[in-house]
């Protein structure tokens, strides 16, 4: 999820930067255009301004060769030297020169095309009497009226053009001012909006920059955490004792991660990434194990496991767990990545577990052999022993001698002593062993087969032994729970007090694991807790605990008799269950043993 | 049938037992002829002579050289002449797996081997008395086991 975010943080980046550039190459474009567009009027209207110029030329020169015409028509008509008309003729043709490129010049403006057709006209019609006056003068060598009043009419023509070309020059003055205004303006503009243009642009390309360089520096930062992230990626790799492997499907291609070269044996990168190469290593037995661990990769798409052995290059023999899944990535590759991990150490502690538990299970097996001897071969030289004695006390007792009587009372005694020590050893051993069949049963009925079986102790003794709830029925291994019954019940009236009837009491109820001492249980569990109590000889607190082990016995053997078996085997009964028992006692008032059971 | 004298045969390797048992029967006041094997194979050997006369009970020990009490007592019962046989096992052991075994394979009575002779004879007078055809008819695991209570 982290990671999405970011790549789609990297995405909407690269897009902004984009963004950025494309604005940026408009703005240039745009800087480009303005600036193109700027030049162009400026030099449209500094071709406008020169037009007018030009225009005053022609002008000027039209002006000037009607004057030189005029001046040398008079020159001629002084002097009748035909040089004069020579250049009057040229003049004439400068004239309709300079006329021709006038027009051309003024072409599209209409108001000063009119005046320079007004001003042909006249100039036209100023040299109409000009030509008369040259045609009268060669055919009479006086000068006449009329010649003089067509001098007289031209002068006026002449007048009158030079008015018009006057009025002409005032136009196109008008004309050049309002050109000269716009080319100025032109000329002030063009700079601001080209300074303008030139730092927006600088604006965007800053943009731009700054972009580019924090992405830069972000990208430096990933990048650095990326290479801290690897180095403790490498290192934890060492530490670890694993490797990395990826194999790229489509295109057939294997990377190893530098501790894979190591774990073998060699430097990082000592040899190609190639399945055959890696194989080299793999022991020649185990490389199907390789082979069908990647296939079962391939075919479950499930993580395959496989074990096997490696030898490295320095023939040391290593023992590896592979795990191999195939993944598909974001773009839809197909991988099968995989973590090699060097298991030696823990093969080997594996092993040694495995040996220890074979020990334990032979010695376990002793154990059973051990206690088919007790019940067999022990017991058979015994009981025969007892019923020899029996033989005895039966037939031939009386003619004993006092001495002898009370040495084969020691024998009896002894030998009922090694009896019940054999019997009470089975049962402990019984208590042990592993096969616990748990049935539904009811410990009512239990309760009272453990009476039963103890009638003739209770009614020696005198004693009342009572439940005054009715008992759970619960998933048990009965005979156990009976004997924990026996056991208990039995003990009471065994540590009786000299001088009242033992009475045992118990009793029955559901508490939760929070309510038994000690830290063991379950808090939020249920448990039956089922207290025994009677009205006995008690025991100090401090020895609570000592109760329960092995051969422990509270008592001088005169005393009280007992092989200090019976609360083992309760113990080991009641953990068999998955509960717990524990032993209150008060000198002199009473014991009461509490058993808690799983519900 | 009642002068007529109780045949019994008892296989057991120990010979102070076969003693003990002897004596036992000799005490009791029942007519009986008892015959001895050492061990299963002898028993069995016997049993399945031709034409050999059927006992009325037949007294197995658990753990004898050979062949012990538990095949002889699963061969008596697969033997079509053989297997209506009266058997009591008569064994050292009171496992719970040996009695349930006993019981599984077809035995009549389970007797732990006492280690008193009166308690001896008073478990042989109760199977020699037992009414043996009532027994079998109403055969139920409880009474299976011979509770002797008798120290």
């Keep these: 999820m982290f990671k999405e975010m970011k790549s789609r943080n990297q995405n909407l980046k690269s897009m902004v930067l984009i963004a950025v550039f494309v604005i940026s190459i408009f703005a240039l474009l745009f800087t480009a255009g303005i600036s193109y567009k700027q030049i162009q009027s400026l030099s449209d209207s500094e071709n406008s301004v020169l037009h007018s110029y030009k225009i005053f030329v022609e002008l000027e020169r039209l002006n000037l060769y009607c004057a030189t015409a005029e001046t040398n028509q008079r020159g001629y008509l002084l002097t009748r030297d035909s040089t004069f008309l020579q250049t009057y003729y040229n003049s004439l043709d400068n004239v309709h020169q300079a006329y021709i490129n006038l027009k051309i010049l003024i072409y599209s403006d209409e108001i000063q095309s009119r005046n320079l057709d007004s001003l042909h006209n006249l100039i036209n019609r100023r040299f109409y009497y000009a030509a008369n006056v040259l045609k009268k003068d060669n055919d009479s060598i006086q000068t006449s009226d009329f010649t003089k009043t067509l001098i007289i009419n031209g002068t006026s023509m002449m007048r009158q053009a030079r008015e018009q070309s006057g009025k002409m020059i005032n136009e196109e003055m008008r004309l050049l001012k309002n050109r000269e205004k716009a080319h100025k303006e032109n000329t002030n503009f063009s700079p601001v909006t080209l300074l303008f243009t030139v730092a927006l642009s600088l604006f965007f390309f800053i943009l731009a920059f700054n972009k580019i360089n924090q992405d830069l520096k972000s990208t430096n930062k990933i990048n650095n955490q990326l290479l801290i992230n690897n180095e403790i990626f490498e290192h934890s790799e060492q530490i670890a004792n694993i490797s990395n492997w990826c194999w790229n499907m489509e295109e057939n291609t294997l990377s190893f991660s530098f501790n894979h070269y190591r774990l073998l044996g060699c430097n990082p990168d000592e040899f190609d990434p190639t399945i055959e190469n890696f194989m080299q290593f793999v022991h020649p037995d185990d490389r199907h194990i390789v082979v069908e661990g990647n296939q079962r990769a391939l075919d479950d798409l499930s993580a395959s496991v496989s074990n096997f052995r490696v030898i490295r290059k320095d023939g040391e023999l290593r023992y590896f767990n592979s795990i191999g899944k195939v993944i598909t990535d974001s773009f839809g590759k197909t991988f099968i990545i995989g973590v090699n991990s060097d298991i030696t150490e823990r093969y080997h502690k594996d092993k040694m577990l495995e040996e220890k538990l074979a020990d334990l299970e032979r010695s376990n097996q002793e154990l059973t052999a051990f206690n088919h001897i007790a019940s067999h071969d022990l017991q058979e030289p015994l009981r025969k022993i007892q019923t020899f004695i029996s033989r005895i006390r039966d037939n031939g007792f009386e003619n004993l001698t006092a001495n002898v009587k009370d040495y084969f009372s020691g024998i009896e005694r002894s030998t009922l002593k090694m009896h019940k020590f054999i019997e009470d050893l089975l049962l402990y051993s019984r208590a042990n062993k592993a096969d616990k069949v748990f049935e539904m049963a009811d410990l009512n009925i239990l309760f009272e087969n453990a009476k039963q079986e103890l009638s003739h102790l209770i009614e020696e003794n005198d004693a009342t032994v009572i439940s005054s709830v009715i008992l759970p029925v619960h998933q048990v291994i009965p005979f156990q729970i009976q004997q924990l019954f026996i056991n208990i019940i039995s003990n009471s009236i065994k540590y009786r007090s000299a001088n009242i009837p033992p009475i045992v009491h118990i009793n029955s109820s559901i508490v939760t694991g929070a309510e038994i001492p000690g830290t063991m249980a379950d808090l939020s569990m249920n448990f039956f807790k089922i207290s025994i109590s009677d009205n006995g000889i008690g025991f100090e607190q401090k020895y609570s605990e000592k109760l329960f082990s092995l051969f422990y016995r509270l008592h001088k053997e005169k005393e009280y008799s007992g092989t200090g078996i019976g609360l083992s085997i309760c113990k080991i009964i009641v953990e068999n269950h998955k509960g717990f028992i524990f032993a209150e006692g008060v000198p002199n008032i009473g014991s009461t043993f509490t058993i808690y059971l799983p519900v | ?151």
Aim: aromatic share 10%; proline share 3%; hydrophobic share 40%.
């Design chain 2, 1 to 151: 049938m009642e002068n007529e004298p109780l045949e019994i045969l008892l296989a057991d390797d120990d010979e102070d037992d076969r003693v003990f048992f002897k004596e036992a029967l000799e005490e009791i006041k029942v007519k009986t002829i008892i015959s001895f094997f050492e061990d299963g194979l002898q028993l069995m050997n016997y049993l399945n002579q031709p034409g050999v006369r059927l006992p009325n009970i037949v007294f197995l020990d658990l753990n004898m050289p050979i062949k012990g009490g538990m095949d002889c007592l699963i061969e008596i019962r697969k033997n079509n002449r053989l297997k209506d046989l009266a058997i009591v096992i008569y064994s050292t052991s009171s496992t719970d797996e040996d009695i349930e075994e006993a019981f599984v394979n077809g035995a009549n009575i389970y007797i732990k081997k006492p280690n008193d002779f009166s308690a001896l004879k008073a478990s042989l007078t109760q199977v020699i008395n037992l009414n043996w055809q009532y027994h079998i008819l109403g055969f139920k695991k409880e009474n299976f086991l011979f509770k002797i209570n008798h120290v």
